[in-house]
């Protein structure tokens, strides 16, 4: 085939001549290194090609080679506990080539090529099958079975199937003369096959309080985390990744800290799954295009993670991806933009921005996958926002903002105080709210979303009254009020904030979540009897119970009638401190 | 034989298109000779088929068009790295000007370096003892990280990075040590300040410093940080040491890129700065951390002042979105003859938790860490409030607080910048302090460490 010659050389972008045969979108080899590239635009026979490495020491004359294929993905059992750089290649293998740095030009299949895996049909010869029909599984870790399915563009009689120790290139089963392994090829870029989506109904339960009980995302939906730095996206982003009741996690560290992803691969192999009871990293694909790997890997990175996504949802799993941070991603694309010399948009960012962002979000959804057994599939993304200084008005944000259905606003004022995690509970939404209280009211609680919104219109009625105490003092303000103000605070500092270094208080069930809040707020109600019956505000502020229930939180998911004990305690002391005001007053 | 070329046909700013050439790589270096003789170097930014766009690093003056030659050296910008390098002062370029002899090289490296493998890093998690207690105490730094200091025009941040390099070590050990100091744009004075004291102090004989002053070129400075980190992964990697790098001033650092990507008429980004200085940035401060299977480590010190001490100025803020935490110094503090005027309550070291506690400084840390800080932030605000409504306003436990927070200023930030306490002095200091609260306000403190620490109660 005709080989391309570089004519320019700018940073991360080339162009060659020469490349009327390749197609858009095609993955080319650049230069005597073989650095990785794509091609993202073609004028006539001349390619703009974005490299994947470090170009230092690549000149015009150079060659570019095109492969004909566009940037995907291997798909297949392995990829769980993997970590992959932007463009799948493994990271662990990359360090046994060339050791601490990543050297330019190096090159590992994402898939291990020997080993051997004990694959078991479920299909029969004779079946006819179509695409996204199950032919067999492999156990792919202790938790997940990986399920091999036909191919799309594969369809007819099974012509053979066995079971068997395969490698991942080996032929598995041949339908109507094809044969099919284990291996499946995705373009990144491009959202796989399903029959049709459906409306996310059930939360993704997390054990977060803030998320589940007042912000709660459904399975399939999206979600962002706008802040600014040290507010707290990635350890919310982490803590997800721990927590989150979904079958995969897809990681996504995009132009962030390489000490980040060091923490997960330390980390994540330690912990035991609330879900499973085994390793994290049973369920767990990491992709790291750190901040000071080369930016065009880092726009890819993004897919790649996706497209891994899909394919464990096609399965009929539920995954949830994470991005940290989707705003690395997003000036990868205004740098490329710019050294295009592309028309710039706001703050110089690429016009076509607002329609990237959506084509990466509506990636997630819950859908009927392929094939005859109507299997449903989830995929939930939640991606963290770097809003510069802080203003949300900035393009990425608010292109955001426009297409996710939650939106967990972290806040620096409440980062600063150390209230963690710093989601600001006013100005915070999620659109899935009356599905999941209808879903949990259903099938969990039938009192779970009364009790949520009256802690709601406490928080929002603290901020009304706290303006008053701001500018005459809490003493003019009524019991009643004063109760309110008192039991919002229990709300925020017993509620809200959640230590997620802390060994219980890391997470927490939706039933300790329900037991947490009752209590809170049974409190409030016979405080309020209490006022009406004679209590001054300030003897139940110093009631003892109150010490117990600030440490509420650290009651173990295994001893929950300690809940029963305070609420019996909180019953006596009150019934004490009103007998003795009575017996005053007499 | 290098081609020569005569061909400079446009120069802008810091930048030259030599037309006409054929073979120049990206990146590469290039060397020109004035008209007058005079050499200066620079490195390619962008190349086409036959026309080369170049980086001055001494910038465009004096140049003539006409008379001017241009090599091009078949190589990107390199330094020569040898452990004699240690004890050396040299310019932004990695030139001596010591006086000393030339460096003879064990090897030529690529300043720009190669990303570490986030796969092969190990998480940082030994303490370094900075003898800071704000910093030791509060804001533990540990190797392997990267710490910046936020400072302001006219503020002590070089007392305190001075104070630092001479004073840090890490507990227990006699690992080789070396200190990788880089300036960008300081004044003579601020320079000689740091050479002078690394002199009395004797860790001169374990730093390396590459100084580009504020006279110096600008677009230099764009290199310098890369020098700097160049000699440090072979002194840390290579030779097994431990480096402590303190770069200063990104500001200064940012200016020069600015100055780049205006006189390529690049779409600038916020405040003018390029689009990319979060990838720039992360590209240099990415470059601190340990590695699996070797000994040495880097840490980053990196100063910068904030314009207007606005910390969401991009500058601060890119910084704050990469390093892992932030020592902020605050001009209030800084009035009240306070010094190093840290403010503990904005600063953080994000990686604190894995550098305290029993087996690495002692087990009250994490507890008192937390309750010295809510007491401050406890007392600010009860200061505050009786600014407003008068001291009379305030609760007993409040007073307590305020007494208290001033306390903390006075005695545990105050230290000045030749006191050197031990982390077990900055402990017992901190304990000291929370003496002057009631007992049972000390919520954050486990009740077991109260008995040891404060003695029992009946
Ligand atoms: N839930 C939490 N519990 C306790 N501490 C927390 C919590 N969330 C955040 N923190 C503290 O805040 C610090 C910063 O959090 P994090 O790294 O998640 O910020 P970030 O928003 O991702 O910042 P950046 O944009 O710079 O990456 C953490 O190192 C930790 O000290
Ligand atoms: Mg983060």
Redesign the pocket.
């Known amino acids: 085939m005709k080989k391309g010659v570089i004519t320019k050389v700018s940073g991360p972008l080339i162009e060659a001549v020469n490349m009327e045969n390749a197609n858009i979108h095609d993955v080319v080899e650049v230069a005597e290194y073989k650095l990785i590239g794509e091609i993202i635009e073609m004028r006539r026979d001349k390619a703009s090609i974005q490299v994947y490495e470090e170009t230092t020491g690549v000149g015009p004359g150079e060659q570019v080679v095109t492969t004909g294929m566009p940037l995907s993905v291997e798909l297949g059992p392995g990829m769980l506990g993997q970590i992959y750089d932007g463009i799948q290649r493994p990271l662990n293998e990359l360090y046994d080539l060339s050791g601490e740095f990543i050297d330019r030009g190096i090159t590992a299949p994402p898939l291990d090529r020997n080993k051997v895996w004990r694959f078991e049909p479920s299909a029969q010869v004779g079946d006819e099958v179509k695409p996204g029909d199950i032919l067999g599984t492999v156990k792919e870790t202790e938790v997940i079975t990986l399920k091999i399915m036909v191919p799309p563009g594969v369809e007819g009689k099974i012509e053979r199937i066995e079971a068997g120790d395969y490698k991942v290139e080996d032929s598995v089963a041949t339908i109507s003369g094809q044969d099919v392994t284990m291996i499946q090829r995705w373009p990144v870029r491009r959202g796989r096959p399903y029959q049709n989506k459906i409306d996310p109904v059930r939360p993704l339960m997390t054990g977060q309080r803030v998320i589940d009980t007042f912000f709660p995302v459904a399975k399939g939906g999206t979600a962002a985390i706008p802040?600014?730095?040290?507010?707290?996206?990635?350890?919310?982003?982490?803590?997800l990744a721990k927590w989150a009741d979904a079958d995969i996690i897809v990681y996504i560290g995009c132009g962030?800290?390489g000490n980040?992803m060091t923490d997960v691969l330390n980390e994540f192999p330690e912990i035991i799954d609330p879900n499973t009871g085994k390793s994290l990293m049973e369920k767990v694909v990491l992709i790291a295009n750190t901040s000071n790997m080369p930016v065009a890997a880092r726009e890819a990175s993004i897919y790649t993670g996706v497209t891994i996504g899909e394919f464990y949802r096609d399965m009929g799993y539920s995954v949830a991806l994470m991005a940290?941070?989707t705003s690395r991603w997003a000036e990868a694309l205004r740098e490329m933009s710019g050294r295009l010399e592309e028309m710039p948009g706001d703050e110089g960012y690429p016009a076509y921005l607002g329609s990237r962002v959506a084509d990466f979000y509506e990636r997630a959804g819950v859908v009927n996958c392929l094939g005859s057994d109507n299997r449903t599939g989830s995929l939930t993304i939640i991606g963290?926002v770097?809003p510069p200084g802080g203003d949300l008005s900035e393009p990425v944000t608010q292109s955001t903002l426009r297409i996710v259905k939650v939106f967990w606003g972290?806040d620096y004022a409440l980062?600063h105080s150390?209230h963690?995690?710093?989601i600001n509970w006013l100005s915070s939404y999620s659109l899935y709210q009356d599905k999941v209280d209808r879903y949990i009211d259903e099938n969990i609680s039938d009192s779970f979303s009364d009790l949520r919104k009256q802690a709601m219109s406490l928080l929002q009625e603290e901020q009304s009254l706290q303006e008053i105490v701001r500018l005459v003092g809490q003493d003019t303000l009524s019991d009643e009020d004063q109760l309110k103000l008192l039991t919002a605070k229990s709300l925020r500092e017993d509620f809200l904030q959640?230590?997620?270094?802390d060994d219980i208080d890391t997470y927490c069930s939706l039933e300790k979540q329900k037991r947490m809040l009752e209590l809170i707020l049974t409190f409030h109600d016979h405080a309020l009897e209490g006022i009406v019956k004679g209590l001054y505000i300030r003897e139940i502020d110093r009631m003892k119970v109150r010490e117990r229930i600030t440490r509420m939180r650290f009651i173990p998911e295994d001893e929950f009638e300690k809940f029963e004990d305070i609420r019996v305690e909180m019953e006596a002391e009150f019934r004490t401190l009103i007998a003795d005001r009575e017996a005053q007053d007499a | 034989m290098l081609k020569e070329y005569q061909t400079v046909t446009e120069i802008t700013g810091p930048l030259m298109l030599v037309t006409d050439v054929s073979g120049v790589k990206y990146e590469e270096l290039v060397e020109i000779q004035m008209q007058t003789g005079e050499k200066r170097r620079g490195k390619v930014l962008e190349v086409g088929t036959d026309n080369a766009l170049v980086q001055l690093f001494e910038g465009s003056d004096g140049i003539n068009m006409k008379n001017t030659k241009v090599r091009f050296l078949g190589k990107p910008q390199e330094l020569g790295v040898s452990p004699d390098m240690i004890g050396r002062v040299f310019d932004g370029m990695g030139n001596p000007i010591d006086n000393g002899p030339q460096i003879i090289a064990d090897e030529r490296r690529d300043i720009n370096g190669l990303p570490i493998n986030p796969f092969a890093r190990l998480y940082p998690s030994e303490f370094i003892q900075t003898g800071v207690s704000a910093i030791d105490g509060l804001n533990t730094l540990v190797r392997g990280q990267k710490l910046p200091i936020f400072s302001g025009s006219g503020l002590p941040h070089n007392q305190l990075a001075a104070q630092i390099a001479r004073q840090a070590q890490v507990l227990g050990t006699d690992e080789k040590f070396a200190v990788i100091f880089a300036a960008m744009g300081i004044t003579f004075e601020e320079a000689e300040f740091f050479i002078n004291d690394f002199r009395e102090s004797g860790a001169i004989d374990r730093a390396v410093l590459f100084i580009n002053l504020a006279n110096d070129p600008t677009i230099e400075r764009v290199s310098t940080p890369r020098m700097a980190l160049t000699a440090a992964e072979y002194l840390a990697f290579d030779e097994g040491m431990h480096v402590l790098v303190i770069l200063t001033d990104m500001t200064n650092y940012a200016d020069a890129l600015r100055e780049v990507s205006s006189a390529r008429k690049e779409v600038p980004g916020r405040r003018g700065y390029p689009g990319y200085l979060y990838t720039d940035l992360s590209q240099i401060y990415e470059r601190a951390g340990r590695v699996k299977g070797k000994a040495g480590s880097i840490t980053q010190i990196p100063i910068l002042t904030m314009p207007e001490d606005d910390i969401t100025h991009p500058i601060p803020d890119l910084t704050?979105?990469?390093?892992?935490?932030q020592i902020i110094l605050s001009r209030e503090i800084y009035n009240r003859n306070i010094n190093p005027p840290i403010n503990v309550l904005p600063s953080?070291s994000?990686?604190?938790?894995k550098g305290i506690g029993e087996g690495k400084t002692r087990k009250d840390h994490a507890n008192t860490m937390n309750q010295i800080y809510a007491g401050v932030a406890r007392g600010r605000d009860a200061k505050e409030l009786s600014t407003i409504l008068g001291e009379s306003a305030l609760s007993d436990d409040d007073l307590a607080f305020a007494r208290y927070s001033d306390a903390f200023d006075e005695r545990y930030v105050n230290q000045g910048f030749y006191t050197d306490r031990t982390i077990i002095e900055t402990l017992d200091l901190g304990w000291d302090l929370l003496k002057i609260l009631p007992r049972e306000e000390l919520k954050r403190i486990s009740d077991a460490l109260l008995d040891e620490f404060l003695g029992k109660v009946d």
């Open positions: 802040g600014p730095f040290g507010s707290g996206k990635t350890v919310i982003q982490h803590q962030e800290r980040e940290d941070s963290a770097s972290l980062s150390r963690f995690p710093a959640q230590n997620a270094f | 704050g979105y990469i390093t892992e935490g953080l994000r990686l604190k938790d």
